[in-house]
């Protein structure tokens, strides 16, 4: 099933690394979550905080250590500069996550310290706990 959602031009707004994420949940898992508003632009950056994001997340999802990490749970990834969100993954298991980068088309990619490095947070929507 992840296979439909790679090599997916980057788009925002249509193929981005949250939308990416939300067009999964509704198709294969029959799991709709509302994006908060955000420009459909490298201007969303602005948009995202670790604060905003966790109270988003909190209405439909619970937070998971990266240890418990179970396929689908969405991956959060925050700047080392500020308190900014810069990015947003699907975990596969074991240890591989599903995105979309700027520029790029979506892959599943090993889990690598770069990105263990800028983790915020990994969530686990209600309907799959």
């Not at 981005?16 to 294969?28: H, N, P, S, T, V």
């Not at 937070?63 to 947003?88: C, R």
Request: proline share 2%; hydrophobic share 40%.
């Amino acid at each position: 099933m992840v296979q439909n959602y790679l090599s997916l031009k980057h788009e925002y707004g249509k193929i981005d690394c949250i939308e990416l994420i939300r067009q999964f949940y509704k198709d294969e898992l029959n799991i709709v979550f509302d994006l908060p508003t955000y420009p459909k632009s490298r201007e969303w950056l602005k948009y995202f905080s670790a604060t905003s994001v966790d109270h988003w997340a909190s209405s439909c999802a619970i937070k998971v250590k990266l240890t418990e990490a179970q396929n689908y749970d969405v991956m959060v990834f925050k700047s080392e500069k500020s308190d900014l969100i810069i990015h947003f993954g699907m975990y596969l298991m074991p240890s591989k996550i599903l995105h979309v980068e700027e520029g790029g088309s979506s892959c599943i990619q090993s889990l690598s310290q770069y990105w263990v490095d800028r983790l915020h947070a990994v969530y686990r929507h209600n309907d799959l706990v």
